[in-house]
């Protein structure tokens, strides 16, 4: 049965639907599928796609994220930074708008699919725990300003050529600011404005679908002044239709690298918001479920005219604000939102691009974490490193190698903080009647210590990356204080590596020669297993392994320089 679930997720939660729950996921579906009308018609612009293949992304992906997925409130489907990504790394290779760019989307979709699948496979869920959340922050907050970027010559009318970079495009806005068409203009601003106050005035309310309405109506009365108001078309009223991504091995050589890129962008926002909603529903999330998930929902959609999809954190938060009880609002929505293109696809042809690029503005900002940013700004300067890296590169270098770029800083500067254990120095204090004897950190209490034995706390794990460290404290113990017996509280150890078990083999028989030794007490029993089967302990001598911090004294105690002991005035322990 564990096996089947593990296969068939959806078997879990459909236990729990019933006529409660299928009321409550239905209003919230329903509320779902009418904001992602607009968006998706916004965000398949944003990736250079028809309109139409934002609305089957946002059709297909749904529902397969959530049969296979583990979150209860997580949707799927077309997001703004998925969408940017997209575009970046298939407009390198076709231009946008022609079949090759959109057979070349449904592959890079089909490939990043492959790598989530193959990750939630591998259980690899866990490697998500080691990136930032700050490099998603980072990267949304210069794709933002890209998208906002990419539809100012479409609000303004000033022409700017295809695929130029950000500054090549706002110097060419700059210098043909004198050609803006006030008309376009008008309608982009009109649109914006009507949808920000619709949020205010009617917060329930699809704002961005009463923004475009209004944009398009204005629209048809302007045209009468200008010719220069362009339609977004007509989409096609029906389901998304069969397609097949190009299998051809140049092709898979070529988009692999921007793919895996897709694949592990998707996979930070889906996992990052699947949690954060979870921290409110108390749901515990499967990471790994949740890779596969994902995996499996870009792999169907590629073969159904869907392009590269994630967790959105917009629709996964009214949904979850709507009431929804389980993944069946995201299937609810989907279904709502193909009876919706069937009724209304043909409207879009009143649509003018301009207004689409006033609802693309608002969307670029609320992509923006303003509080985020603010936070890390202000209270962690590691954090704002990666925060800083990830958002000028995305601005200023490919979109791929920019999420590369953070993932690479988090990691480095996670390893870097891992490599430099904190080490404590201990010392035996006694309470004032006597009856309570101690070892505390002598930085919290200003205590005695033994001449001859040095007592040390590592608080982390010893491993290739923190050996180095605590080999350099081992070695200014002897030279400096001139102590070579050292006893390690291995309480805070939670693993050691074959690295850090050599190097401390190393650092003992060189104490050895000194007339110390190296000693161990409270080892964790899964780290002294796998000392023991490394042979570490063998190595270093059973008799240097202690249970409690008593036997590791009193038999240390044994092997110090009775000569010292004599006129040592510190007397901590009990045998002095």
């Excluded at 944003?46 to 997925?69: D, N, R, S």
């Excluded at 057979?103 to 699948?117: D, E, H, I, N, P």
């Excluded at 649509?351 to 962690?380: E, R």
């Amino acid at each position: 049965m564990t096996t089947l679930h593990s296969i068939f997720p959806f078997l879990i939660w459909f236990k729990q639907v019933t006529r409660q729950t299928i009321k409550a996921d239905f209003l919230a579906g329903l509320t779902g599928a009418v904001i992602v009308l607009p968006q998706g018609v916004a965000f398949a612009t944003i990736a250079g796609l028809p309109p139409e293949y934002g609305l089957y992304t946002a059709m297909v992906t749904p529902i397969v994220a959530a049969l296979f997925g583990s979150s209860f409130h997580l949707v799927s489907g077309p997001t703004t930074a998925i969408s940017i990504v997209v575009f970046s790394a298939v407009s390198h290779h076709a231009v946008p708008g022609t079949p090759e760019f959109l057979s070349l989307a449904l592959t890079l979709t089909f490939l990043a699919g492959v790598y989530q699948l193959a990750f939630g496979l591998a259980r690899l869920g866990t490697l998500v725990n080691f990136v930032s959340h700050t490099v998603v922050i980072g990267f949304t907050a210069g794709a933002a300003i890209l998208i906002a970027t990419s539809q100012l010559k479409h609000i303004t009318g000033i022409h700017i050529a295809k695929g130029e970079s950000f500054l090549h495009t706002w110097m060419g806005l700059f210098s043909g600011i004198g050609e803006i068409n006030a008309y376009l203009l008008a309608i982009a601003v009109i649109t914006l404005v009507v949808a920000i106050v619709s949020k205010k005035i009617l917060p329930k309310a699809p704002n961005l679908l009463i923004g475009m309405v209004v944009g398009s109506v204005l629209a048809l009365y302007l045209k009468e002044f200008t010719t220069e108001i362009k339609l977004v078309g007509e989409i096609p009223a029906h389901l998304p239709p069969g397609s097949l991504p190009d299998f051809s091995l140049a092709t898979i050589k070529m988009l692999a690298p921007e793919a895996f890129a897709v694949a592990l962008l998707g996979l930070i926002e889906a996992v990052s918001i699947s949690r954060a909603i979870a921290t409110k529903s108390s749901q515990r999330i499967n990471s790994n479920q949740e890779f596969i998930g994902q995996g499996l929902s870009n792999v169907a959609g590629s073969f159904l005219s869907s392009y590269a999809g994630s967790g959105s954190f917009t629709r996964s938060g009214i949904n979850y604000e709507a009431g929804a009880k389980t993944p069946m609002s995201a299937i609810f929505a989907a279904l709502a939102l193909m009876i919706i293109v069937l009724l209304v696809a043909p409207l879009t042809a009143y649509l003018p691009i301009a207004a689409m690029g006033g609802i693309i503005l608002l969307v670029a900002y609320n992509l923006v974490d303003f509080k985020h940013i603010k936070q890390v700004l202000m209270f962690s300067s590691t954090e704002s490193s990666i925060l800083l890296t990830t958002f000028f590169a995305t601005l200023f270098l490919e979109l791929e190698f920019a999420i590369y770029l953070g993932v690479l800083l988090s990691l480095v500067l996670f390893l870097a903080k891992t490599s430099t254990p904190k080490i404590v120095t201990l010392s035996m204090d006694t309470s004032p009647d006597g009856s309570i004897r101690k070892l505390i950190n002598i930085d919290a209490k200003p205590l005695k210590q033994c001449p001859q034995l040095k007592i040390i706390r590592v608080d982390m794990s010893i491993y290739f990356g923190s050996i180095t460290h605590i080999q350099k404290r081992i070695a200014q113990i002897t030279d400096h204080e001139r102590i070579n017996h050292i006893l390690i509280v291995a309480t805070g150890i939670n693993f050691i590596d074959l690295a850090g078990a050599e190097a401390l083999v190393a650092e003992n028989n060189r104490l050895k020669k000194l007339g110390g030794g190296l000693y161990f007490v409270g080892l964790k029993d899964a780290v002294y297993e796998f000392a023991a089967k490394s042979c570490f302990v063998k190595k270093i001598g059973g008799s240097n392994f202690f249970d409690t911090k008593n036997q590791a004294i009193a038999s240390i105690y044994k092997r110090l320089d009775r000569n010292v002991c004599k006129e040592c005035q510190s007397l901590i322990f009990n045998e002095c």
